[in-house]
């Protein structure tokens, strides 16, 4: 969603600079044209050229822009063993917590856990296609009960705290909330 306001926003300082009116609708024609996929492309701005009486204005087609890219094998690998060692309802308390972003205070809350997935054949997630941007991963993932795909294609993230991936502590906040365990606040 705020991809989408930054986006309205660029197009309305954009239009507003155009030099005509037809300018203008040509960009709102591209706007809602283009809102169908507006988490992924942007609109370049408007180029004007005057050449003596001679004005010619072009509009930039559409490109796609993603500050994420897929990871890395290495990163890659490292995201899914992370994803399956810190949601899996069978590894302890003591497993998980140095791969979570801040784990004070969770050792309750993944006994709880770890008593809902015996009551379900047990509970895991599954990373199935991770992209990087920086120090931060998105990661699209299955979530699992008794080894099935119950909730596939869900998302969430992973975080790079010096030179490790690490699970956030809301991303693991919100699996356990879903797990209907709670988790205490920070």
């Known amino acids: 969603m705020k991809r989408v306001s930054v986006l309205i926003a660029a197009i309305a300082i954009v239009a507003t600079?155009?030099?005509?009116?037809?300018?203008?609708?040509?960009?709102?024609?591209?706007?809602?044209?283009?809102?169908?996929?507006?988490?992924?492309?942007?609109?370049?701005?408007?180029?004007?050229?005057?050449?003596?009486?001679?004005t010619t204005t072009t509009l930039r087609t559409p490109t796609t822009t993603s500050a994420f890219a897929p990871a890395s094998d290495e990163d890659a690998a490292e995201i899914t063993a992370l994803y399956e060692i810190?949601?899996?309802?069978?590894?302890?308390?003591?497993?998980?917590?140095?791969?979570?972003?801040?784990?004070?205070?969770?050792?309750?809350?993944v006994a709880k856990y770890t008593e809902t997935g015996e009551t379900l054949g047990g509970v895991g997630l599954v990373a199935k296609t991770i992209t990087v941007g920086g120090d931060l991963a998105s990661v699209t993932y299955d979530l699992l009960f008794s080894g099935n795909p119950t909730?596939?294609?869900?998302?969430?993230?992973?975080?790079?705290?010096?030179?490790?991936?690490?699970?956030?502590?809301?991303?693991?906040?919100s699996i356990m909330t879903s797990a209907r365990v709670g988790c205490p606040s920070s």
């Open 151 to 173: 909730y596939p294609d869900l998302t969430g993230d992973a975080i790079r705290v010096d030179g490790a991936w690490l699970v956030t502590r809301e991303m693991f906040c």
């Open 17 to 54: 600079a155009c030099s005509s009116a037809s300018d203008a609708s040509r960009i709102a024609e591209a706007t809602t044209t283009s809102a169908s996929s507006v988490a992924t492309t942007m609109v370049e701005p408007t180029t004007t050229t005057t050449t003596a009486d001679l």
């Open 86 to 109: 810190v949601f899996s309802s069978e590894t302890t308390y003591e497993e998980k917590a140095p791969l979570i972003d801040d784990p004070s205070g969770l050792e309750e809350t």
